[in-house]
Nanobody, 116 residues
Framework: QVQLVESGGDLVQPGGSLRLSCATS????????MNWYRQAPGKEREPVAS????????YYADSMKGRFTISRDNGKSTVYLQMNNLKPEDTAIYYC?????????WGQGAQVTVSS
């Protein structure tokens, strides 16, 4: 079955960096666009970044542009989110997401807390 497993969440000080990973299995990873979303306390889940199947195109939400970088390793069926210059407002649970056919799959989430 399809599985998405995030890792790399942590507590980090403002201005710090983290790299999230999402290891996948159960589908042909290299054929699908991969996405990161996040949900802050009391807020709706929002898109963060996405990357096409080949890695040739990426999308970022405006508030993440220039600070976050999405990448993928099709050989490892893993997608990454490098987050730099983190701000307290980046505190959220970060989710990996893929739509395989008509079915939407979410990981369990990784907690990122930005605080001094």
């Amino acid at each position: 079955q399809v599985q998405l497993v995030e890792s790399g969440g942590d507590l980090v000080q403002p201005g710090g960096s983290l790299r999230l990973s999402c290891a996948t299995s159960g589908f042909t990873f290299s054929r699908y666009t991969m996405n990161w979303y996040r949900q802050a306390p009391g807020k709706e889940r929002e898109p963060v970044a996405s990357i096409t199947s080949s890695g040739g195109s990426t999308y970022y939400a405006d508030s993440m542009k220039g600070r976050f970088t999405i990448s993928r390793d099709n050989g490892k069926s893993t997608v990454y989110l490098q987050m730099n210059n983190l701000k307290p407002e980046d505190t959220a649970i970060y989710y990996c997401y893929a739509r395989v056919g008509v079915t939407k799959y979410w990981g369990q989430g990784a907690q990122v807390t930005v605080s001094s």
